[in-house]
């Protein structure tokens, strides 16, 4: 058990004080596909104390090619991806608390379910509920991290409340391309592992307290083996900066 962490301890971003804190800290994952399964099992295997993970969706053959954590077996007994999760990833790390939560993600059920999270993890495919989470993030002072993958592309990009840009100053209203997603353009699944990856090692440094934390939006595309990143400014219209919570506050 002393040795679980032993090579990323002697990793000088983490440290034994760094450990101790993944190990004291709380990350709620929203959507457990490609993107969120990458992530739970990065964050699981490094030993965040709380992982809560929430996504609807069953578990299906074309699913598998690309989300880590599920298996032949999970498809055939029709699991939520959340529940399969959550048995799955309390094998790889017992000491770590996982709950998954088969449930929907919409403007009144978010603020419970993020509440006392220290990171909010982005693992959807949908630009609604990432609007959603950018409210509830500056409303509730909690980061979060957003990140999109289909086809051969994926972008990232950690909105730290009321000190960096949020995504609405990035993306003011629905993104046209948003209506891409892996049923209609495709994916491979190096691209949900890079950009899922890059998620989890934003939410590490967040929970250490470390100063390298991402403030570009990062863009890649694993095919040509690109990787771009865009400075993106806080904009002075932009209403959730504003604490117009305009998603989260509809009625
Ligand atoms: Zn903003």
């Not at 190096?190 to 590490?204: C, K, N, T, Y």
Request: hydrophobic share 40%.
């Amino acid at each position: 058990m002393t040795n679980r962490y032993s090579r990323q301890i002697l990793f000088p971003g983490i440290g034994k004080a760094g450990q101790k804190r993944l190990g004291n800290s709380s990350v709620v994952i929203i959507g457990c596909g490609g993107l969120g399964a990458t992530i739970a099992t990065s964050l699981v295997r490094a030993g965040v104390g709380r992982v809560r993970i929430i996504d609807r969706d069953i578990i299906r053959y074309h699913n598998l090619h690309r989300q880590v954590l599920y298996d032949e077996e999970d498809v055939g007994l029709r699991l939520p991806k959340a529940i399969a999760a959550e048995r799955h990833l309390k094998r790889i790390n017992s000491s770590v608390e996982v709950e998954g939560i088969a449930t929907e993600v919409n403007h009144t059920s978010i603020e419970g379910l993020v509440s006392g999270a220290n990171v909010i993890l982005d693992g959807t495919d949908n630009f609604e509920i990432r609007l959603l989470m950018n409210d509830v993030s500056l409303k509730q002072n909690i980061p979060w991290i957003y990140g999109g993958a289909v086809a051969s592309l994926g972008m990232t990009m950690t909105i730290i409340p009321h000190q960096t840009a949020c995504f609405r100053c990035r993306f003011p209203s629905a993104d046209p391309k948003a209506i891409f997603t892996s049923d209609t353009a495709g994916i491979i699944g190096p691209a949900p592992f890079v950009i899922g990856s890059l998620e989890a090692a934003e939410a590490m440094k967040i929970l250490v307290g470390a100063e390298e934390v991402n403030r570009d939006l990062i863009f890649i595309d694993v095919w040509r083996g690109t990787f771009q990143r865009l400075r993106v400014n806080p904009r002075q219209d932009c209403p959730a900066c504003q604490g117009r919570y305009e998603f989260l506050e509809k009625s």
